[in-house]
Nanobody
Framework: QVQLVESGGGLVHDGGSLRLSCAASGRTFGSYTLGWFRQAPGAEREFVATISRSGRNTYYSDSVKGRFTISRDNAKSTVYLQMNSLKPDDTAVYYC??????????????????????WGQGTQVTVSS
């Protein structure tokens, strides 16, 4: 079992930056593949970024590639999402998620929502035009 708590959301202007954090407690943080998803009003929850257990491998949705960076600090049991060049279309509730990755290779990543076992409560990001 792992508990996830996101922070760092807020209101920012078009072109601005934010850094989201997700702190984990519970089982060994390094056991998990981690991901960020987002959900805009009236839309499905969609994949944003993922990072492997090893931290060596990352993968992004096309809509954020080149603007967002996912990273992890296993010593602090925290995963981050640095978001630059934000656009109004990035407005959503952002969720971090954890997938028990011990049955896979350390460099495995996944963008499939159903693969993730644990979810945080979400943090609101609003980008004004």
């Amino acid at each position: 079992q792992v508990q996830l708590v996101e922070s760092g959301g807020g209101l920012v202007h078009d072109g601005g930056s934010l850094r989201l954090s997700c702190a984990a407690s519970g089982r060994t943080f390094g056991s998990y593949t981690l991901g960020w998803f987002r959900q805009a009003p009236g839309a499905e929850r969609e994949f944003v970024a993922t990072i492997s257990r090893s931290g060596r491998n990352t993968y992004y949705s096309d809509s954020v590639k080149g603007r967002f960076t996912i990273s992890r600090d296993n010593a602090k049991s925290t995963v981050y999402l640095q978001m630059n060049s934000l656009k109004p279309d990035d407005t959503a509730v952002y969720y971090c998620a954890a997938d028990d990755g011990t049955r896979y290779t350390p460099d495995r990543v996944t963008d499939r929502r159903n693969n993730y076992d644990y979810w945080g409560q979400g943090t609101q990001v609003t980008v004004s035009s």
